[in-house]
Antibody
Framework: QVQLVQSGAEVKKPGASVKVSCKAS????????MHWVRQAPGQGLEWMGR????????NYAQKFQGSVTMTRDTSTRTAYLEMSGLRSDDTAVYYC????????????WGQGTLVTVSS | EIVLTQSPGTLSLSPGERATLSCRAS???????LAWYQQKPGQAPRLLIY???SRATGFPDRFSGSGSGTDFTLTISRLEPEDFAVYYC?????????FGQGTKVEIK
């Protein structure tokens, strides 16, 4: 069965960087895109960007350009989200979500990774 | 960027009642680019409706989606206890995805 398993919770100081992983199983990894969505405490969903798992090509939401890097390792079937220059308002649950090329919805989601930014 | 506005923010209903959730876009959205998700506390969102009206695997037919252009609707015909959750609409346009702010369906 399809599974997206994310890395564990992180606590970071302002200005630091964090790298969250999303390990996929149960399907052909490179046939999909991986999107990243975050949710601040008590707030709604915010799309951050996506990576083409075949080519590695990325597309980031304008808000996150320059502070976010999405990569993937096809040998371990893992996608990564790296954020730099963390601020307190980056405190959120970060989700990875799968999308098939040619479809426009996210059919499987990871369980989420809580990133807390606090001094 | 296309902005999605969901209404109402909170819907207080009793089990067995009908729920009607609205999602309005700031520009026209292709129906194939409109999806709905259900999120329960402490859980990841779950795909509910795609292509504006196609139900995802695992959801019963009391859930239905409709609409076109700038106005989309999610209807739950008869609320069951497990349907009380937050619902988000999502769209794709100009290489960007955006979500509405969500509608919470709570028990009255």
């Amino acid at each position: 069965q399809v599974q997206l398993v994310q890395s564990g919770a992180e606590v970071k100081k302002p200005g630091a960087s964090v790298k969250v992983s999303c390990k996929a199983s149960g399907y052909t990894f490179t046939g999909y895109y991986m999107h990243w969505v975050r949710q601040a405490p008590g707030q709604g969903l915010e799309w951050m960007g996506r990576i083409n798992l075949q080519s590695g090509g990325t597309n980031y939401a304008q808000k996150f350009q320059g502070s976010v890097t999405m990569t993937r390792d096809t040998s371990t079937r893992t996608a990564y989200l790296e954020m730099s220059g963390l601020r307190s308002d980056d405190t959120a649950v970060y989700y990875c979500a799968r999308r098939f090329s040619g479809q426009y919805y996210f059919d499987y989601w990871g369980q989420g990774t809580l990133v807390t930014v606090s001094s | 960027e296309i902005v999605l506005t969901q209404s109402p923010g909170t819907l207080s209903l009793s089990p067995g009642e009908r729920a009607t959730l609205s999602c309005r876009a700031s520009q026209s959205v292709r129906t194939s680019f409109l999806a709905w998700y259900q999120q329960k506390p402490g859980q990841a969102p779950r795909l509910l409706i795609y292509g504006a009206s196609s139900r995802a695997t695992g959801f019963p037919d009391r859930f239905s989606g409709s609409g076109s252009g700038t106005d989309f609707t999610l209807t739950i015909s008869r609320l069951e206890p497990e349907d009380f959750a937050v619902y988000y609409c999502q769209q794709f346009g100009s290489s960007q995805w955006t979500f509405g702010q969500g509608t919470k369906v709570e028990i009255k």
